[in-house]
């Protein structure tokens, strides 16, 4: 019975403008989703599957703390933001280098190591802008009267989108991977996207 009644306090109304307002923010370039674009063109999508599996699980960790209120606190900490910021930098720096430098794809060595999971994981716990994102849309609707129902409702939703959304990014790259077989626009290609993932982390630390 009680859970007949948790039930029947979702707004599911609700549910629909939740999801498109974590599209617009959550889906919206950053060092996440283009690492992962960039990740694809320079060493195919099936390679990369691996590193989106981490960064899908250490987006989700992110949007846990969100909803248990520990983001907040964490943060407040003098140490960790800076601390996740330099994690979070280096390792993109690490990521853009090996992506600017990986060989077209017709010639990839198959022995070269392409992005881990671990890495991925890493990458999606100490993204700046998953901290921002995830929060503001996370407060962005009410979609139960029940504080519990509803930050359940929203992880729930949340999580789903957070596997559409890196899922779809990396797949991108499989539509335009075919057309970078050339070495130079393939070299243009992993040089550009490697100089992306850099301004679009430096703009996420900056806000």
Known sequence: MTLVLLATSIRWSALP???LTSLAIMGSPGPATISLTATGVAFGVRRSARYLVGVITGTIVVLVMVAAGLTGALLALPAVRPAFIVIAAAYILYLAYHIAT????AAA???????????????????????????AV??????AAHTVVDAGVKVAALALMVVAINAGWLV???WVAPALRDPVRSRRANVGLAAALVVSTAAAVSH
């Open 172 to 174: 991108a790259a499989a």
């Open 138 to 143: 996370f407060v962005s609707a009410r979609v």
């Open 17 to 19: 403008a939740l999801l």
């Open 102 to 105: 990986a060989p077209p794809l």
């Open 109 to 135: 060595d198959r022995d070269a190591p392409a992005p881990s999971l671990a890495g991925g994981l890493l990458l999606g716990v100490a993204n700046p802008k998953a901290w921002v994102a995830i929060a």
